[in-house]
């Protein structure tokens, strides 16, 4: 009768494990069956109620029912702990084949680039790196070159003035001044490469802001064949060996006589096509010797000083070797643009 009972219990335990489907009701089912309250449980206080030579075979037979339904438990739980790991496992499995994740390095402005291969090329002829302000004086960016109040030739450079004496430089060429009045003697042999500013409307070929650099040489017995070699040893190094160039007459206020210069067209080699617009040049700075009365205003004796000067373009210089046909596109930021230049 009581192990008919048993067996009763342990098959109904059965049954509802095999139906279990989550751990929660595994461990519901184990706390039913085992548990102090369980029925098996209360049925062991029966056995001080049995004949002796029964108590040991319904003791056994209790024992024997929790230890089954517990291993039935144990088992079933460990399918399901091996399930829940699969299913993990399958769910962080790193797929080793794909591709890694892109590493994004910073890359330069072109425009930076540019003015340290200018400046490496000049600090290779001897000269050296000079600065100066971008908020300037009327006196250093104008009349110390030259170019007193009024002057006509002003026009040339539509200035943006923070106030009557005061503006942002329009070009590199005050450093010349500030140099000359710094140095009080020769030789000078200075860059300055540095930011710009013109009252233009931005367009494909202006920007409001650009960036020159400027060259100043002074010394006792500088002549234009010093300006030539100078500049033409420059142009070789910064766009190759076979590139020629040529001085064209044009007008400065601070040199005298005044140069442009041009370079023979890289697409073309000087035939001429539709980039030199049939020239077979394109134009890449301004220079000339520095002008008697600029060395006079600066300190230095014209009869016993000369010096040339040249004033490049950067956006200009760096269009060319990249063939770049937007001057903004330097200063958007764009990384789609900018990064074409890193070096990998
Ligand atoms: N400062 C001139 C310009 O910006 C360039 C230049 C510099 C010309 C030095 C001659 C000598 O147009």
Known sequence: MANEKITHIVDGALEKINGATT??????????????????????????????????????????????????????????????????????????????????????????????????IFIGMGFEVANGPEVEKDLYNFELLNLPKNHPARDMQDTFY?????????????????????????????????????????????????????????????????????????AKKMFGEKREIRLRSSFFPFTEPSVEVDITCANCGGKGCNICKGTGYIEILGAGMVHPNVLKMNGYDPDVYSGFAFGVGIERVAMLRYGIDDVRKFYQNDVRFIHQFSKK
Do not use: W
């Open 162 to 234: 923070i106030d009557e004496n005061t503006l942002l430089r329009t070009h590199t060429s005050p450093v010349q001044a500030r140099t000359m009045e710094a140095k009080k003697g020769a030789p000078i042999r200075i860059i300055c490469p540095g930011k710009t500013y013109r009252r233009d409307d931005d367009d494909a070929t202006h920007s409001h802001q650009f960036a020159q650099v400027e060259g100043l040489v002074i010394d006792k017995g500088i002549n234009i064949g010093h300006l030539k070699a100078t500049l033409e040893l420059f």
């Open 23 to 120: 751990v929660d009701e595994l461990v519901e089912i184990k706390n039913t069956y085992l548990g102090k309250k369980s029925e098996l449980s209360s049925m062991t206080s029966l056995i001080g109620t049995l004949p002796n030579e029964e108590k040991k075979a319904f003791g056994a037979a209790i024992h024997e029912a929790k230890e089954k339904i517990t291993n039935e438990v144990e088992n079933k739980l460990a399918i399901f702990k091996e399930k829940e790991l699969n299913e993990k496992l399958q769910k962080e499995s790193i797929d080793i084949s794909l591709p890694g994740r892109d590493y994004h390095v910073g890359s330069r402005n072109p425009f930076h680039v540019i003015i340290d291969e200018v400046t490496d």
